[in-house]
C-alpha cells in the first residue's frame, strides 16, 4: 500500500479513533516513524530488514540514505541528532548488522544522545537456532543502550515505537534499540492509529528541581568568594544555553565548559575561562581547584575533567551539582547541595530566584578573584610557535578556519586524537550544538559520519570535518555516501603521519619508543577523493593554507578532502597526565 504525503496528517494525529485499517508491521513502523516526525533514516538492507524496506519503497515522506557501513549509519544519525536536538534513527539488519552498528550505539550512550535504533532480527520460531545472520541483539546491546526491545508480536509495534522515542528524548537521554523479527515485520495486525501518550510506571523522570534546594544554591552562590560555573554536555542536551548565558552575566561570574559543553557559553566572552580538564587551560583548571563554590550544570566530574578524585578533595569547597540524571551525582565526588531536575528548568528557577532577591555578589571579594585569575590567564598557555614559516602548524589551521568562519553559521565535527583537541582549543564556539565530536567513548572514524548526517539537516550552513590521516580513515568509505546524497562537506585533514595522540603519550610516557603509531604507507588522499567524485587539495606551506581554506569554501556544493601535512613533532598542551590532578599540568616541552 502507498504511505504518501497525505496520510501524515492522520499518522502524526496518533488517535486510536482512526479507521481501521489492516497493515503489516512494517507499514506500522513507517507510520510510527511519520508520526514522530521523522526526516531521514540511515541505513544499510539485510534480509531480515526486507519488509521495512519494502514498506519505506512505498512511501515518500522519509528519506533513507544508504551509508556503507552500518557503523557508519548509526554516527550518522547520532551527528543529526547532536546538531538539531531531534531522535536521530537508524536502521540495519541482523547479525552483522547489528554488530557492526554496536559501536556507534555506544558512542551515543556515552554522550547521552537520543536516538532510535532498528534492528532486524531473524523470524521468531528461528530464535535462539542459530538462524543465519542471528545474534543476540538485545543481549549485546543491554550495556551500552538506555533501554532496548525485542518485538514478538506485531501487534505491541506501535506502542512500543511510540515508548522508545519517549524513552531516548526524555530524562538523561540516550539510544535505544527496537529489535524487530522478519516475521513481525511481514505479520499482518488491525491499526487504528499511533498512541499519543505513553505511559510507564516505572519510568518517571523528574524534570522539576527541588525549590528549597534551589533557593540554598541560590544563598550559597551569592554568598561565594571564589565562584565558579561549572558545565557539561547536560546544558546543550536541554538546550539551557540561554539560561545558562543569563545566570553567569547576571553574576559575572567565571565560566568553563567541559568538551561535551562547549559552545553552551560564548568562547569569545571574557568570562568564559576557556575548557577545563586534561587539556584544559591554566586559568580554567587552577579556578576548578581554587573555587570556594562550585555550581556544576549537566556534568559529571569524569575523570577527563577533575583528574585525580584525591588531589581534587584536597580543597575545601562547597558543590551545588544540577542534573537530571541522580546516578550522576554524587558519584565520583560528594557534592553539598544536589539537585535533581532538566537543566533548563532548574537554571530557570535560579535565574527568576536570584532576580527576586534584589542580592548582588560582593563586588570587592569577586575583583579579587577575577584579579587572580586574569594572572593565570596572562601566561597564555595555548601559545605555539608562530615564528615557524617552512612547516604548517596544526593551531595554525585550526584559528585560521575560526577566523574565516566564526561569522557565517558553522557546524564542526572532530575524530578522535590531537586534531580534536586542537579544534576544541583553538576554534572559538559561541553557539550551542555547532560543535559535534565523540566526548565519552572517543570513537575514531566519526567525524564524516557527523558531518554528513548535519549537512542533510543543515544544508544551509556550512559543515567541516576535523580529522587526523588515522581516524578518517575508519569511515572514509562515505565519501561515497557524501556524493550520492550531494552533502557537500569539508574535510580537514590534520596529516602528521602519526597516530597522534599516541605518539604523543608514547614520547612522554614511554621514552620515545613509538611502537606502531607511525603511518608507514598512507594513501594518496587528494587521488582518493578524486576517486570518490570530490576535490583534494594538498597543503604542505604554511603560506597555503588560508588560500586553501578560501577555496574550498568558494566550492560550495563539493565535497572538499584538504590534506593539510602538518608538524609531526607537535604536542597538545597543557596536558594533565593519568594519575595527576588538573593543576600539575605540562605546559610545554619545556616541561618534559
Known sequence: ???????????????????????????????ALQAENVKYVWGYPGGAVLHIYDAFYKQDTIQHVLVRHEQAAVHAADGYARATGDVGVALVTSGP?????????????????????????????????DAFQ????????????????????????????????????????GPVVVDIPKDVSFNKTTYTGYPDKVEMRSYNPVRKGHGGQIRKAMQLLLSAKRPYIYTGGGVVLSNASAELRTLVDMLGYPCTNTLMGLGSYPASDRKFLGMLGMHGTIEANNAMQNC???????????????????????????????????????????????????VKDVLGELNAMIRDSGVKPDAAVLAAWWETIEAWRKKDCLRYDRTN???IKPQYVVETLWNLTKDADTYITSDVGQHQMWAAQYYKFNEPRRWINSGGLGTMGVGIPYAMGIKLAKPDSEVYCITGEGSVQMCIQELSTCLQYN?????????????????????????????????DALP?????????????????????????????????????????????????????????????????????
Open 1 to 31: 500500500m502507498e504511505i504518501s504525503k497525505a496520510e501524515i496528517k492522520s499518522a502524526a494525529a496518533a488517535s486510536g479513533a482512526g479507521h481501521p485499517q489492516e497493515l503489516r508491521g512494517a507499514e506500522i513502523l513507517v507510520k
Open 487 to 519: 552533502t557537500p562537506i569539508k574535510i580537514v585533514s590534520l596529516n602528521n603521519r602519526y597516530l597522534g595522540m599516541v605518539r604523543q603519550w608514547q614520547e612522554i610516557d614511554y621514552e620515545g619508543r613509538y611502537s606502531h603509531s607511525y603511518m
Open 389 to 391: 614559516l617552512e612547516v
Open 97 to 129: 548488522g547489528v554488530t557492526n552498528a554496536v559501536t556507534g550505539i555506544a558512542t551515543a550512550y556515552m554522550d547521552s544522545i537520543p536516538m532510535v535504533i532498528i534492528t532486524g532480527q531473524v523470524p521468531t520460531h528461528a530464535i535462539g537456532m
Open 292 to 342: 570556594d563554590v562550585l555550581l556544576a550544570v549537566g556534568a559529571r566530574f569524569d575523570d577527563r575533567v577533575i583528574g585525580n578524585p584525591k588531589h581534587f578533595g584536597q580543597n575545601e569547597r562547597k558543590i551545588i551539582h544540577v542534573d537530571v540524571d541522580p546516578s550522576s551525582i554524587s558519584k565520583r565526588v560528594r557534592v553539598d547541595i544536589p539537585i535533581v531536575g532538566d
Open 134 to 173: 542471528e545474534c543476540d541483539a538485545v543481549g549485546i546491546t543491554r550495556p551500552v543502550v538506555k533501554h532496548n526491545f525485542l518485538i514478538k508480536d506485531v501487534r505491541q509495534l506501535a506502542d512500543v515505537m511510540k515508548k522508545a522515542f519517549h524513552i531516548a528524548r526524555s530524562g538523561r537521554p
Open 524 to 592: 594518496n588522499f587528494v587521488k582518493l577523493a578524486e576517486a570518490y567524485g570530490h576535490v583534494g587539495m594538498l597543503i604542505e606551506h604554511p603560506r597555503d593554507v588560508e588560500p586553501a581554506l578560501r577555496e574550498a569554501r568558494k566550492l560550495k556544493d563539493r565535497t572538499v578532502f584538504m590534506d593539510f601535512r602538518t608538524d609531526p613533532t607537535e604536542n597538545v598542551f597543557p596536558m594533565v597526565k593519568a594519575g595527576k590532578g588538573i593543576t600539575e599540568m605540562l605546559l610545554g616541552s619545556e616541561d618534559l
